[in-house]
C-alpha cells in the first residue's frame, strides 16, 4: 500500500459547490488561493507546507494514493527538462520527464484536468499565456495542456513601469528583481505567500481564472477536447 500522510485538514468552511479539486506537485500551492473559491482543494506533495486554503497530502504526486472523483486536476510536473534556465546552470537529462506520469494520474482521478509547465514542455496542443495578454507587468510565459478548450488569447504589449516595485523587472539580467509586494501585485494574488517561491513559481491569478472560466463552460456544455499532437515549441 503506498505510504501518505495527511499533515492538515481544511481551515475554512468546506465550498458550498462540493466541487473537488486535486492539486498535484504543489508543495506551496500559490494557486489554491485562486482554486479553493471553486472547490475544495487536495493538495499533494513531496515536501508540503500547509496554507489555508487546501487540505494537505504529503506523497509522491506520480503516484499518490487517493481515489478517481475529483472534478478537476491541476499539475505542476517539474520543468527543468525543458527550461531554458537549466542549460545556463546545469544538464537537462538530469532531469526526469515527469509530464506523462502527470498525465496519467490527472486522467485516472479527475474529469478534467490541467498541466502547466513551460512553452518548450512535449505538452499536447498547449494554450500559451503571457503576462501582456492579461495587461499584467511580467511577461512569465506558461503552456497549458487541458482536457477542455481554451482560445488562445492575442499578444498584446505588456505593461513595462518604469518606476515603482517593478521598475526593473524584465530587464536584461533583471527577470526576477522586484519586491514581494510587488509581485503579489502583479500576480494577483492577496495571502503572504513565500517571495521566492512566488516570483518563480506561482501561476498569476488571470491565467488560472481563465483556465477555471473555460473549465466550467466544458462541464456546463458537457464537452471534452482530444487532445493529441505533442509540441515541443522553440518559444
Known sequence: MKETT???HLSRPPNENNRKILHLFADTGIEDEILSAYGNVVRVGINPTENPFSTVIQSDARDPALSGDF???VAHPQC???????????????YENQIPDARSVCENLAD????????????????IFEGGM??????????????????????SPRFKPKEG???????KGKAW??????????????????????KRHGI????????????LTAVENNTRSVQTAITNEQY
Not at 165 to 171: A, I, K, N
Open 204 to 215: 498569476p491569478a488571470a491565467y488560472i481564472k481563465r483556465l477555471i472560466y473555460w473549465w
Open 6 to 8: 495527511q499533515i492538515s
Open 165 to 171: 516595485p517593478l521598475g526593473e523587472q524584465g530587464e
Open 80 to 94: 527543468q527538462k525543458f527550461s531554458r534556465s537549466t542549460n545556463g546552470t546545469g544538464n537537462p537529462n538530469e
Open 71 to 73: 472534478d478537476l486536476a
Open 134 to 155: 492579461f495587461g499584467l507587468p511580467i511577461h512569465y510565459p506558461r503552456a497549458f495542456e487541458t482536457s477542455f478548450k481554451v482560445p488562445q488569447p492575442d499578444k
Open 177 to 198: 528583481v522586484g519586491t514581494t509586494e510587488g509581485w503579489r501585485l502583479a500576480k494577483g494574488y492577496n495571502y503572504n505567500w513565500p517571495g521566492r517561491n512566488l
Open 112 to 127: 478534467h484536468y490541467i498541466i502547466e509547465n513551460v512553452p518548450q514542455a512535449p505538452l499536447r496542443s498547449p494554450v
